[in-house]
């Protein structure tokens, strides 16, 4: 059991990242499509509690919300969230 829940962390991150990841696509196409967009606080929020990673690849490969500095913070402080949360979980 102890080994599960070594591997919980990288799973969360693995997730949250990627859920990020395709929100973003998501929110670029619906806004090339003039439609229904993700919320930015949704964007943020992810990015922040750890989605960081996913967020700041997808502003690259996708070109989207790269003018807005707070998404490079937010993404960046979820970066560091990330990191955090994978060395607290090999502190045990």
Known sequence: MRELLKHLPWVYLLLVNAFEFFAMYLDKKRAERKRWRVPEFDLLLIGLIGGGI???LAQQ???????????YFFFIFGTLVA???ICFSYKG
């Open 61 to 71: 490969l996708f070109h989207h919300k790269t003018r807005k500095l707070r998404f």
């Open 83 to 85: 990191i955090a949360i």
């Open 54 to 56: 996913g967020g700041l």
